[in-house]
């Protein structure tokens, strides 16, 4: 099993910024895909980004250019570092983990969840 672990929510002014981070422990050799997620009020799960073992990455439209996914393959961490953050970018955010890829379908790990909140 693999287990992970945020850290970094809080509460930030719109344009700022905020960094989030999950440490994972487990089997994390089995795993390719690290990514994140987000669940606003009401609203469905978003895939925000995701990066490959190798750091490929693919960003969701609504956050290209103002968030960067990294990975730490000998820390077994990975992070988010959100930048011109706007209201709408409110949330839940969900780090997860994937032996293959999460290209239509789901994770096989899940974080507990960090709550971020962007006030106007």
């Known amino acids: 099993q693999v287990q992970l672990v945020e850290s970094g929510g809080g509460l930030v002014q719109a344009g700022g910024s905020l960094r989030l981070s999950c440490v994972g422990s487990?089997?994390?050799?089995?795993?390719?895909?690290m990514a994140w997620y987000r669940r606003a009020p009401g609203q469905q799960r978003e895939l925000v980004a995701t990066?490959?073992?190798?750091?490929?990455?693919n960003y969701a439209d609504s956050v290209k250019g103002r968030f960067t996914i990294s990975r730490d393959n000998v820390k077994n961490m990975v992070s988010l570092q959100m930048n011109s953050l706007k209201p709408e970018d409110t949330a839940v955010y969900y780090c997860?983990?994937?032996?293959?890829?999460?290209?239509?379908?789901?994770?096989?790990?899940w974080g507990q969840g960090t709550q971020v909140t962007v006030s106007s």
């Open positions: 997860a983990a994937a032996v293959g890829s999460v290209a239509g379908r789901q994770p096989d790990y």
């Open positions: 487990g089997i994390i050799f089995s795993i390719n895909t």
């Open positions: 990066i490959s073992w190798a750091g490929s990455r």
